[in-house]
Every structure is written in C-alpha cells, then in structure tokens.
C-alpha cells in the first residue's frame, strides 16, 4: 500500500493500472522520461528558443500561428495558476507513517487504522498559516494548519486540524465574516500575513466568543520555531463507533517529539524578512538530515452519558477539554520521513475534507464540524475540479468503483455500461454496513428531537472562562509575551472604537492584562475587572507542559562564528559534538571559503576551515544557539566587526544559548556589554551535556541562563 501512496504522489508521467478492477498493485510508475523536450502531446520539439517565423536570416518577420510548439507552450504558462485556498493559502508538508501502538482504542472505535498495530499507514501532513496568501512568509503570528490525510484500506481519512485546540468562531455560518475580517482589507489589500489591522480586531472585539482563540494566536503558539515543534489538533468533536454499536465523542491530539517551542516575536518579525520560507526549510531540513520528526497521537473520549457534565458545551469549537478533566490516551505515533518532490502536484493540490472519514469514525453534531463538512468538498470543486479525488495526492488507496461518473478531468475507466443502480447485473450495489472493515459505513442510529430553530445552547453563550483558564496557565515569561502580542496588534488599530473595544473586552480575562494593554495602546486602563477571575489553571494549556522526555538539541541549527586565527581544534571538536546530538552546525566566517586558523596565520603549517556563510549573509536569528572558539586575532577581529558584533547581541537578546571559549568569551563581554550579565564558567571541564538547544560543553561559558533575564537585549 505504501508503495502505491508513493507512487501515487509521485510526479508521475506514465502511471498504468488496471482500469477494470481499479487494482492497483500493478501500479507502475515510469518517471525516468526521457531528457529530450517534447509538447504535451508527445511530439519531440526541435527548438524552444525560437518561434517559428518568417525571415530572410537577417531580419525577423511575422511568428506564425502554425507554430503548434511555441503556441502551447504559452498556453500552458499562461494557465499555470490555480485558484490559491481561501484560507491558508500559504502551506508546506511532507510524507510519512502512521501507527498505533496497540489496540487500546478498540474500546471506543472499530477502525482499524486506529486500533491495528500491525498496520504502518500512510500519511501526508500540509502545514500551513491561515491568514496570509500563497506567497506570504512561514514566521507571520497566525494559527497553523495541521491537516492530515490518512491513505487507509478502508478509504481516505482527512483530520483537518491547527496547531491550537480551539477556534474563532461555534458556528460555522460565521466563517464567510470571520475571513472576510482576517484578511487582508477590500479597499486597500493590507496586511498581507498579519492580523494587526482594523477589521480583525473590529470583529473579534465584536465577537466575544473569540476570545479564548485570540489569546492562544498572541500566545508564543502563534509563532512556532517550527511545524515539528508544535502540536496539532483535530479541535472539533467527532465520534468513535465501537463494534457493538456504542458511540463516544473524541478530540484528536498530535504531540511532537521535539516539545513545543517557539520564536521570540522580535525574531519572527526579522526571519520573515531574512528567510521567509524558514519552516518549510527546517521541514526538509530535518527530513533530509535523516531527523524525522514524530508526534505521538492521542484521543481524549467522553463517553454519551457523560455528555453534559462540564460547565461548557463538548460540541463548543471554542473549548477545551482540559486534560485534567479529560486524559489524553496515547495510542500511537507518526513520522514524516520522505519530503514532497514537487509543490504544485502534491501541495497545492492535495485536498482535504473534515467530511472524509472512514467507518468506525463519525462526526458529533458540534455546528462547526458540520458545517466544515459542507465547505471542504465545495471549495475542492472550486480549486481543482469535481474529479479533485482522481489527483495522484488525493487518490485512495483502496479500490474504488461507483457511478459517479464524466466532469472535467475524469481519467476513472469504470468499464461499466451499467451506470446506475439498481441494475439488472447488480453492478456497483451497496454494501451492507456493519462493524468490521469490509463493510459499508456505519452511520449512528442517534435518536435526535427538538425544533427547527436558528439558536445556540445556553452553554455556548459563556465565553471567557476558558480565555482565563489559559491566561492563567502560562507561565510569567509567556504571559509577557502575550501581552506584548496584544499591544502590538491593537498598535496597528488606528480606529479608536476597535482598540478601546478590545482593550475592555480583556477586562473580562484578567485585568493586569486590560490594563497593561490599555495602558500601551492608548485604550481606557480599566480600574476593576469585568468579572473576578476564577483563578484556575490548567498545567496542560502552557507549552513548557510539552517538554521531549530527554532534553535535546537534535535538528537545532548551531553557528559557530569565527575570523582568520580561530583555534581549529576546538572547532573541530565542536563540530563533532553537535553531529553526535544530531543538530546541525554552520560555519560563520568574514567570507565564504577558506578561514586561517590560528596556527595557519603564527606560519606554523596550520589548517584552514570552509565557512559556510559570511556574516552579512546569515543572521543569528535562523540559528538555535552560536559557539565563539578562542584564538587572539580572531576574537580581536571579531570585536573590530560591527556585524559579528550585531550577532552576538541579537542572540542575546532573543534568549539563545551562546557559548565561547578564551578570547571567544572576551568578545562576548565586548559584544553584549552588560557588566552585569556574569559569565559563568561551567565547571564541568570536557564534559558535553545538552539540553533544550543550550550548549554547555567543557571549560565553555554559557551566557543563555543569563539571557534569560532579558526578553530583549541591549540591541532590541
Ligand atoms: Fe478550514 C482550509 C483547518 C474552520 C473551511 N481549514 C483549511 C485548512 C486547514 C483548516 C488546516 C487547510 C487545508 C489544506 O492544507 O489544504 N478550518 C480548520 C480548522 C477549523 C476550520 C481546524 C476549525 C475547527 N474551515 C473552518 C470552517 C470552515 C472552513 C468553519 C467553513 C465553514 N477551511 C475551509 C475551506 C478551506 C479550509 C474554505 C479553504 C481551503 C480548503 O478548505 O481546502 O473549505
């Protein structure tokens, strides 16, 4: 199966399989091609650089119509684009693996791809910012597309989740208005990959049921470090079908391996000009430095009975089951391991809907889901066409045969004159559905009563209990960051109405909040909470809860900077540290190429290293910490350069880790300049100890801890 998943999203020329049976273990597929040119319609081309015209060899004339080649080559560039997502236009992914552990979950579901652990299924994972258009930057402050697809025997399962456990809005009607005021404006197209602008805050101030997923989006989750670096969330409740027939309700949790980190806001703002395709390369990164990343995935399951025993509505999108009200079961992990060959036919075309589960998996009747199962198959036809499912990316793997049939695009050869049911051969007949994964799917026998009405239950209508259930959850460095999130937003408000608003509605979450933002975005700093603060936490809503078991550096980025008179050994022997903990190490040098070392310039027959960059073409934000090996003219070199300086403060101020030795530490003094930052020298002489991206090694010293006391440094 999986060789067919990846045959089927490979960029394929020739793809054959048998039409009849739609069986596709004889799958083969043809990519060596030839390297010759040829139109799409097979002919080889004998020049592409020149249209066929009329001329006497000196002097053009007129291009001729009959030139078939050159025609359809501008026809084909011409029609290149597709329409971009209305929403996270903006995203990157990969291929991978999915399994359970066991068949724990057979309590609740009788899915097999949830509950056979000899199955290894196929995945693919699209990443992607919600706001911004296709070719916005990676590091905007936004929620972050997790959608999966999931290529099963049973048929396609799409989870089509975010990075953020709730949503903006608890019914789905109020889509169309909710991204018609995240967008970027009618009048003027402005912000492009931002939500600082009227017309979001205008409508979340508006729309208090926002609040609590305003709070996650100006939390540190609103700018990952990276797409392996955060959760991911199926956020609306579905159900499980158990085999004997009983339903329970589940939110889906993916938990990467990594921990949850994020990006200082001062560095997000800076990579998105510096590099602002910085995720979807760390992605590739990692993958292709044989680091693949993995989640654990885990169900939080409330059985029927239970379902109004919580002071909010389980069907609300705008609630969390607090995990210690509702434990996650771990029940199995995943891996993206094969990065994608081309964008165009595996990204932007892959197509997902919250409505394609498989059997033994059921949506609940929370009204965003439901109609988020309307929306996904229409936009689909809206991008891609009605035989979107015929696409390689989106194609199942299992047979298919039915009798849909024609629309633009259908490749589908049913060899079935009987294109309708019932017929008198009984071609293409249902398939009684029962509990086992040959059988039809299962739809719940739910009994439902009540009146046709346009309304939302009382439950629904409470808003902030849970916006101070997760203020009062983060930790002080994260709630600073939080604050300043929102005064930075309602800064780019230049409506009164719109940040005096929000400035009031936070008076509802905590009022050092409203105050503080009030206070720096010209708003009424309030005197009194609008209602008290209920004081709970919840340790599960802060991302220092989601922690590797062992402290890691593997896949962070490390620079090690250094100028002509670097000592080599310890270069080298820095080098070999960070392979072993599998981060990976770049070279910083005054150029590109060769760097003398020390014993290179004293005329000792010494070595030279490669840098890999220079400094004015890197910056230390796309790096996770910085290394400064001794040697005199070096560090002296270093203190005479303004930029190796620049890199050295910004580092600082963005809490990296920085280490140096010898003169490498005297550069530091010279660079950060806070007599009272003191650099401590680790005592563990040669030992390597790593954790969280800090580097201490040796007779090193280590100023991160220190960082740490600063949100910015002397240069933000
Ligand atoms: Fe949505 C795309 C996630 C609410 C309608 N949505 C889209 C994508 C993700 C989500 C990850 C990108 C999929 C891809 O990579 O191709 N959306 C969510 C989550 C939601 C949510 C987690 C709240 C729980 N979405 C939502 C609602 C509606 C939609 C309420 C409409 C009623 N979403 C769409 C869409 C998109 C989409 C317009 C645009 C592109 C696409 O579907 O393929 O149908």
Same mark, same amino acid.
């Given at each position: 199966m999986a060789a067919f998943a990846q045959a089927?999203?490979?960029?394929?020329?020739?793809?054959?399989?048998?039409?009849?049976?739609?069986?596709?273990?004889?799958?083969t597929v043809d990519c060596s091609g030839d390297t010759g040119l040829t139109t799409d319609h097979g002919v080889k081309i004998p020049d592409t650089d020149n249209w066929l015209k009329i001329s006497d060899g000196e002097h053009s004339g007129p291009l001729l119509l009959e030139d078939q080649i050159s025609r359809e080559k501008l026809h084909r560039f011409d029609h290149e684009r597709i329409p971009e997502r209305v929403v996270h236009a903006?995203?990157?992914?990969?291929?991978?693996?999915?399994?359970?552990?066991?068949?724990?979950?057979?309590?609740?579901?009788?899915?097999?791809?949830?509950?056979?652990?000899?199955?290894?299924?196929?995945?693919?994972?699209?990443?992607?910012?919600?706001?911004?258009?296709?070719?916005?930057p990676d590091t905007v402050r936004d929620v972050r597309g997790f959608a999966m697809?999931?290529?099963?025997?049973?048929?396609?399962?799409?989870?089509?989740?975010?990075?953020?456990?709730?949503?903006?809005?608890?019914?789905?009607?109020? $889509?169309? +208005? &909710? @991204?018609?005021?995240?967008?970027?404006?009618? =009048?003027?197209?402005?912000p492009q990959g931002q939500t600082?602008?009227?017309? $979001?805050? +205008? &409508? @979340?101030?508006?729309?208090?049921?926002?609040? =609590?997923?305003?709070?996650?989006?100006?939390?540190?989750?609103?700018?990952p470090r990276s797409y392996r670096m955060m959760q991911g969330f199926g956020v609306n409740t579905f159900t499980l079908i158990n085999d004997q027939g009983e339903q329970f309700f589940v939110k889906f949790h993916m938990i990467p391996e990594l921990g949850v980190h994020s990006l200082v806001w001062d560095e997000a703002l800076k990579i998105n000009g510096e590099d602002p395709d910085f995720h979807r390369k760390d992605l590739n990164e990692a993958i292709e430095n044989g680091c693949p990343p993995k989640w654990t995935f885990g169900i939080q399951v409330i059985e029927e009975k239970d379902e109004h025993n919580f002071d909010f509505d389980i069907l609300d999108a705008t609630k969390v089951w607090p995990e210690e009200l509702v434990p996650v079961q771990i029940i199995g992990e995943f891996v993206l391991d094969r990065t994608v060959d081309e964008v165009f036919p595996e990204l932007e075309q892959v197509a997902f809907c919250t409505s394609h589960v498989v059997p033994g998996l059921g949506f609940s009747d929370d009204p965003l889901l439901q109609g988020r199962n309307f929306s996904y198959f229409d936009t689909q036809i809206n991008r891609l066409g009605i035989n979107w499912e015929q696409l390689p990316i989106n194609r199942p793997t299992c047979p298919i045969f039915n009798h849909n049939r024609d629309g633009a695009m259908d490749s589908r050869i049913n060899a079935n004159e009987l294109n309708y049911y019932p017929?008198?051969?009984?071609?293409?007949?249902?398939?009684?559905?029962?509990?086992?994964?040959?059988g039809g799917y299962v739809d719940f026998q739910e009994k439902v009563q009540g009146i046709k009405q346009r309304v939302r239950g009382a439950k629904f209508q409470e808003h902030f209990n849970q916006a101070q259930l997760f203020y009062n959850s983060l930790k002080p460095h994260e709630k600073g960051h939080l604050i300043r999130a929102f005064s930075f937003e309602l800064d780019h408000c230049d409506d009164e109405r719109v940040y005096k608003t929000y400035t009031e509605l936070l008076r509802n979450i905590d009022l050092d909040l409203a105050k503080t933002v009030a206070e720096n975005v010209g708003g009424i700093a309030p005197e009194s909470p609008a209602r008290p603060n209920h004081g709970k936490i919840a340790p599960s809503l802060s991302q220092d809860y989601f922690m590797p078991p062992a402290p890691t550096i593997a896949t962070r980025r490390v620079a090690i900077l250094i100028a002509d008179g670097f000592n080599y050994a310890e270069v080298q022997t820095m080098r070999g540290l960070l392979a072993m903990a599998k981060a990976t190490c770049w070279i910083i040098g005054p150029r590109r190429g060769e760097v003398k070392s020390e014993s290179q310039i004293s005329g000792v027959e010494g070595m030279t290293i490669n840098a890999d960059h220079h400094y004015e073409?890197?910056?230390?934000?796309?790096?996770?910490?910085?290394?400064?090996?001794?040697?005199?003219?070096?560090?002296?070199?270093?203190?005479?350069?303004?930029?190796a300086t620049h890199w050295i403060r910004e580092a600082f101020?963005?809490?990296?880790?920085?280490?140096?030795?010898?003169?490498?530490?005297?550069?530091?003094?010279?660079?950060?300049?806070?007599?009272?930052?003191?650099?401590?020298?680790?005592p563990d002489v040669g030992k390597v100890s790593t954790s969280y991206g800090v580097v201490t090694t040796g007779k090193y010293s280590v100023l991160s801890a220190a960082a740490e006391t600063f949100t910015f440094g002397p240069n933000d």
């Open positions: 089927a999203t490979k960029a394929v020329s020739k793809v054959t399989y048998d039409a009849k049976t739609s069986d596709l273990k004889n799958v903006r995203g990157f992914g990969a291929h991978g693996h999915f399994k359970v552990y066991d068949d724990s979950a057979s309590k609740f579901t009788f899915a097999p791809v949830l509950t056979d652990s000899t199955r290894n299924t196929p995945i693919f994972i699209r990443f992607s910012p919600a706001q911004g258009s296709r070719g916005s697809k999931f290529y099963t025997p049973e048929g396609i399962w799409d989870l089509v989740g975010n990075d953020i456990p709730v949503f903006f809005i608890q019914d789905a009607v109020k $889509f169309p +208005d &909710f @991204v018609h005021a995240l967008k970027p404006e009618p =009048h003027n197209e402005v600082a602008h009227n017309n $979001f805050w +205008d &409508f @979340v101030g508006l729309m208090p049921e926002s609040a =609590h997923m305003v709070c996650w989006v100006m939390s540190d989750r609103g700018i017929n008198r051969e009984n071609r293409g007949h249902p398939i009684a559905p029962n509990r086992t994964s040959g073409g890197q910056r230390s934000t796309l790096f996770d910490a910085i290394f400064v090996p001794s040697g005199p003219k070096h560090a002296e070199a270093l203190m005479k350069n303004g930029r101020g963005h809490c990296k880790a920085i280490s140096a030795i010898g003169e490498g530490v005297a550069f530091l003094k010279h660079a950060i300049q806070l007599p009272e930052v003191d650099l401590e020298l680790n």
